[in-house]
């Protein structure tokens, strides 16, 4: 077997654009940790030439339900269909939060939740809306479960039509609770190999594979099609109309 070795020169990603979520609990300007792992991944993509925006989502007024625009159904307020443009703008989506009681978020349910609510949108090919996005995670706390947490994200993110990349999460916990959290002083965390070896190869494979997607134009539309399935279009399929 020979070995490995280094392109001549690094890929470059310019032309893409990544979207970070932070499902914190704490609001703005209050330190994130779960910020401090997600600026080691932004900071890859930077220097690759992606492009980059954030959201914090707890600083906004998100509603609880499955619709696209709760203000349709009851709620006086709802920023997500705002929030939701940014997300379908994006190349490639990295939802991050924290570990709470073993688990995601009551935040990142949320959001997952609305993402869900408009997983029936279409695209102009008729495929679900977040057909041709790569999606990924990262998880940080004090306590087990980043792989419990990681399974949810990244089973709900291919769920909705995004595709998954090789090794697409990555994380960080400290010592079993109560114990130092990822940014605290001493805690190991920024210099952790583990995670950052992680960290690197999800940033990279997200981009990797975002590009790859780009350059073919998107998922190929066959048999993948909901408004043509809707349509009577079925491959392999007898049309129920005519049975």
Not at 114 to 130: E, H, M, P, T, V
Not at 212 to 218: S, V, W
Request: glycine fraction near 10%; charged fraction near 20%.
């Amino acid at each position: 077997m020979s070995s490995p070795s280094m392109p001549d020169e690094e890929p470059r990603f310019d032309g893409l654009l990544a979207v970070y979520v932070n499902c914190t609990l704490k609001r703005s300007p209050e330190r994130s940790n779960t910020q401090g792992l997600i600026d080691r991944s932004v900071g890859l993509m930077r220097e690759a030439g992606v492009a980059v925006d954030q959201i914090r989502a707890v600083d906004h007024d998100i509603a609880t339900g499955v619709y696209p625009d709760m203000t349709e159904h009851g709620w006086p307020t709802d920023e997500w269909p705002r929030l939701f443009e940014r997300i379908l703008a994006a190349d490639i989506l990295v939802l991050a939060g924290p570990i709470w009681l073993g688990d995601n978020s009551s935040v990142m349910k949320r959001v997952i939740e609305r993402l869900y609510g408009c997983s029936s949108i279409l695209n102009d090919k008729g495929q679900y809306a977040f057909y041709g996005r790569v999606g990924g995670c990262l998880i940080t706390g004090n306590e087990d479960g980043v792989k419990h947490c990681a399974m949810n994200v990244l089973y709900s993110l291919q769920h909705l039509g995004y595709t998954i990349p090789p090794q697409a999460d990555a994380g960080w916990i400290g010592e079993a609770g109560p114990g130092p959290s990822y940014l605290d002083e001493g805690s190991g965390g920024p210099e952790n190999d583990f995670t950052n070896r992680n960290t690197t190869f999800m940033t990279y494979n997200l981009m990797h594979v975002a590009s790859m997607i780009k350059r073919a134009g998107g998922i190929p539309a066959f048999a993948n099609q909901r408004s043509l399935w809707d349509a009577g279009c079925r491959p392999d399929f007898a049309n129920p109309d005519y049975r």
